[in-house]
Each structure stands twice: as structure tokens, then as C-alpha cells.
């Protein structure tokens, strides 16, 4: 998440850590904020994702080889 520069506040809420410093008393995380993190994740993971099935289109992972199985579809 850093690497994305999602704001330390709402890097502690996704982690479930508790802030006590005066920053994170008066910051807010928006729905915005929200929004773009999970957007970005998802990047991510499709991109993980895509590179995995070019290494190879299956997987023994029962969960991973469905997620594999659905892209080539």
C-alpha cells in the first residue's frame, strides 16, 4: 500500500491498527481514498494474476486453478 501512496491513515484502518497520534485524530479517510486503493489493488491482483497463467495455465491450488480457468475462458 505504500508503494501506491495510500495515506498511513487508511493503511492502519485496512490493517485494523489504531493510531494514537494527534495526525490521525484529525485526518479522515474518504470514500474517494477508499475507492482508489481498491482499484489499485485490484490492479495489482489482476496483473499477479495474469502473470501467473502466463507461467502456466493451471494450478494444483484448487482455488488458484478456478481463477486461472476463468481467464482463459
Do not use: F
Not at 479522515?28 to 494474476?49: G, P, S, V
Amino acid at each position: 500500500m505504500e508503494e501506491l501512496g495510500t495515506p498511513p491513515k487508511l493503511m492502519d484502518e485496512r490493517m485494523g491498527h489504531e493510531d494514537g497520534s494527534v495526525q490521525a485524530r484529525y485526518s479522515h479517510i474518504t470514500a474517494r481514498m477508499r475507492n482508489r486503493l481498491m482499484d489499485e489493488l485490484t490492479e495489482q491482483w489482476e496483473e499477479a494474476l495474469a502473470a501467473r497463467s502466463a507461467m502456466h495455465a493451471r494450478s494444483p491450488v484448487r482455488a488458484l486453478d478456478v481463477l486461472l480457468r476463468a481467464r482463459q475462458a
